[in-house]
């Protein structure tokens, strides 16, 4: 059985979300954690292209890569923190139920993908103009039915950044 | 051979595990935003997915507005830590406990 190009791109960019995700909640430097998730980002950005969503890949980068993680890394960097303990030395209730609670959720998982078949799903083929993940696709959907959403996410945005300037100034 | 669209679904559901198991273990408020985002992110995985495999671009529209909620929600939550530790300078969550009866 010949294994096709995407999916091997599909094992080694999952395998390098799922490495990097469980570094980060891993690690006990909180600057190693951030990088680790920006590894994940870059990863899912792979991954959207995979699944032709080009225009959002390039978004995932500039965006969470380049917006979200740089403010992470910069207040991580203004609070000077130090690393976090090990987990067996503060155990407490939280933390137990915390473990209990994510290994039931991978059982349920396992239990989900090993003990069920699913009926192979056909994917449809993506046209010539390709409308389907580029600039011009994107914007007849923000711009077409959702135009409401698109308008209020720019209000959303506003009370985002007066809300953060008035939280973090020294006197108000 | 094509990916199936389950193989997608089991790695964002992986994804999203991995992102609760960080929230609930941690005790740094920055790594527990950055596990909220990491939980975002296999949503958005999933809606991508779902998209490619239904033809429809109503799943990628979602995924924009979702970025968008999550960088708002990164500026005011960053703003809040901040603003935390002007008070008491820890961002340790087990030692903001004042409201706690």
């Known amino acids: 059985m010949s294994v096709s190009a995407e999916m091997l791109f599909f094992f080694f960019l999952g395998a390098l979300a799922v490495t990097t995700a469980v570094m980060m909640i891993v690690q006990r430097n909180p600057v190693m954690s951030a990088i680790c998730l920006i590894g994940n980002f870059f990863a899912l950005a792979g991954l959207y292209l995979l699944l032709h969503a080009q225009f959002l890949a390039v978004l995932q980068i500039i965006v969470y890569t380049g917006a979200i993680m740089v403010l992470v890394v910069f207040v991580i960097m203004l609070l000077n923190l130090a690393d976090e303990r090990n987990l067996v030395d503060r155990m407490n209730i939280r933390t137990t139920f915390g473990i209990v609670l994510s290994a039931g959720l991978l059982l349920e998982l396992a239990v989900i993908v090993f003990t069920r078949s699913y009926p192979a799903m056909p994917r449809p083929i993506p046209t010539v103009a390709g409308a389907m993940g580029t600039v011009e696709g994107m914007g007849a959907a923000l711009f077409g039915p959702f135009l409401l959403p698109f308008e209020i996410t720019s209000l959303l945005l506003l009370v985002a950044i007066v809300g953060a300037v008035i939280l973090a100034k020294k006197r108000l | ?101």
Request: charged letters at 10%; aromatic letters at 8%.
């Open chain 2, 1 to 101: 051979m094509d990916v199936p669209l389950n193989y997608y679904l089991v790695l964002s559901a992986l994804l999203f595990i991995v992102g609760v198991a960080g929230v609930l273990t941690r005790r740094n408020a920055l790594v527990i935003f950055m596990s909220i985002e990491m939980m975002l992110n296999a949503v958005n995985l999933t809606l991508i997915a779902f998209s490619s495999f239904l033809g429809n671009m109503t799943g990628q529209a979602l995924v924009v507005f979702v970025m968008a909620v999550a960088a708002a929600e990164a500026a005011v939550g960053l703003a809040i830590v901040i603003a935390l530790y002007r008070n008491k300078p820890t961002v340790d969550i087990d030692e903001i406990n004042i409201l706690k009866w």
